[in-house]
């Protein structure tokens, strides 16, 4: 998929991957609510869309179009359900004229910029969850409907054990022999309100193998077979991609648990 996009679909023009995350009760209610999710991605991507259409504007392009490939992820490096959305613009827009679609660079990104593109993003969603009852506590239906899916997720977003008698208490985690430190939010990045807002990560026209394994990235599946090894017969350990910032290096994971939480990320 990441060779097709980037040989056939992606034009070689510089590329910017923004990725938002979404604080814990609304990753919950987007893992089974696939209306919700819809309306709460187009309203991102139509805050990203106006960041570069009103630099293009000022750019003097008239009419100026962009262009994106979007995906959904639903896991983190712990397969908890962790509905996020990973968004790989061209970084500049083209100008409206089919005889001659000249692309113009967007200007280079500054944290100020991120941080108002997060302000919009979060406006947009709030009015697209406002419009779905949000407020009301009756919207959350998957209980009464399918209350074992319903444990499932929920157990799946807060990274707690989903069967045996432990069921509810967190998962066990293993910590590096390091201390954990605190680390920056980064360059190009924004928090408000439980939402998290990464742009940081730009790739040049003419980076197209660094674009291949960026595409490569987006699109990855849930987890990488090396990244699980047994620990006996009832339980596996899954190695993080990155250390959290609790110094936790790999959670233990029973076998019942491991399956659940794959078909947790197969939901429509």
Known sequence: ???????????QVPARQWVLSLPYDLRYMLAWNLPMRQAVFAAFQRAVDAH??????????KDP???AIAVIQRFNSALQTDVHIHVLYADGVWE????????????????????EVLWDAWLRIERQLRKFGWQDKDLDT??????ALAALLKAAVQGRLITGQQAGKPLRKERGAGLSVPRPSGRNCAEFAGFSLHANTRVGEMAREQLERLVRYVC???IAAGRIE??????VRITLKSCWKDGTTSVIVPMDDLVLRMAAQSLP
């Open 142 to 147: 998957l209980p009464a409907s399918d209350p």
């Open 1 to 11: 998929m990441a060779a097709h996009l980037v040989d056939e679909v992606i034009p």
């Open 230 to 235: 047994a620990v006996d017969e009832d339980n």
């Open 52 to 61: 570069y259409r009103r630099q293009g504007a000022l750019a003097g392009v």
């Open 220 to 222: 990855r599946p849930a």
């Open 96 to 115: 409206n004229d089919p005889a001659r679609p000249l692309f113009t660079p967007a200007p280079p990104l500054h944290t100020v910029d991120v941080q």
């Open 65 to 67: 179009k962009t262009g």
